[in-house]
C-alpha cells in the first residue's frame, strides 16, 4: 500500500494551500483517511479526519473554521484545503489511510508559513 501527499510549499500569512493524498496499492476497502501534522520541536498531532462512508468529518480546535477535509470514494484521495493560514500552521502534513484495520502513513509534505 503506498500513500503519497502533495501540494506543500511556503505561503504567505493569510494565505491558502490545498494539500492532496492518494492511496493505492490494494484491494481492502478504504474506511477513513486522516491528516496530521508534525511541527519543529512538536508532537505529531491530528489536524483532520474523514470516514469514507457517510462522510463524517472532525478537525482539531486549532483549524475548525479555516481547514476542510474532502475524500473521493473511487479514487482513494482526500484533499485538505487550508484557509487563514498562519505560523503555527507550520509543520509536515501527513496523510494517513486506514485499510481493513490496518494503517498507512505517507512521507509527508512541508508546509510554510511566512509572518
Known amino acids: 500500500v503506498q500513500v503519497v501527499e502533495s501540494g506543500g510549499g511556503l505561503v504567505q500569512a493569510g494565505g491558502s494551500l490545498r494539500l492532496s493524498c492518494v492511496a493505492s496499492?490494494?484491494?481492502?476497502?478504504?474506511?477513513?483517511m486522516a491528516w496530521y501534522r508534525q511541527a519543529p520541536g512538536r508532537e505529531r498531532e491530528q489536524v483532520a479526519s474523514i470516514r469514507i462512508s457517510g462522510g463524517t468529518r472532525t478537525y482539531a480546535d486549532s483549524v475548525k473554521g479555516r481547514f476542510t477535509i474532502s475524500r473521493d470514494n473511487v479514487k482513494n484521495t482526500s484533499d485538505l484545503q487550508m484557509n487563514s493560514l498562519n505560523v503555527n500552521d507550520t509543520g509536515v502534513y501527513y496523510c494517513?489511510?486506514?485499510?481493513?484495520?490496518?494503517?498507512?502513513w505517507g512521507k509527508g509534505t512541508l508546509v510554510t508559513v511566512s509572518s
Open positions: 496499492g490494494t484491494t481492502f476497502k478504504l474506511t477513513d
Open positions: 494517513r489511510g486506514r485499510f481493513n484495520g490496518m494503517e498507512y
